[in-house]
Nanobody, 113 residues
Framework: VQLQASGGGSAQPGGSLRLSCAVS??????IGWFRQAPGKQVEGVGC????????HYVDSVKGRFALSRAEAKNTVYLQMNDLKPEDTAVYFC?????????WGQGTQVTVSS
């Protein structure tokens, strides 16, 4: 099982970035994103249900972030708009299959002026 995360980088406040997570080796039920800011605990950002395309987000990103499915199988995008300095964190892709969680490598997102 492999999770390939990409798309991190730097942006100014109010800017946008798009992350992608490509899962291979299994068909996950859910693909999600978590993040960890310096000195803080890991926080769930959002998740995408593969079967019905339902999405859920943490309150702090609602209306700014959006998850969508790419054409490639088991690939999900996290579109991040109106970025804020508090969005700065290492973002991790997660895939859930039955009772097992799989994790990709982290990708850094830095929001600063």
């Amino acid at each position: 099982v492999q999770l390939q995360a990409s798309g991190g980088g730097s942006a100014q406040p109010g800017g946008s970035l798009r992350l992608s997570c490509a899962v291979s080796g299994l068909d996950p039920y859910v693909i999600g994103w978590f993040r960890q800011a310096p000195g803080k605990q890991v926080e769930g950002v959002g998740c995408f249900s593969i079967s019905d395309s339902k999405t859920h987000y943490v309150d702090s990103v609602k209306g700014r972030f959006a998850l969508s499915r790419a054409e490639a199988k088991n690939t999900v995008y996290l579109q991040m708009n109106d970025l804020k300095p508090e969005d700065t964190a290492v973002y991790f892709c997660n895939a859930r299959h039955i009772l097992t969680d799989y994790w990709g490598q982290g990708t850094q997102v830095t929001v600063s002026s």
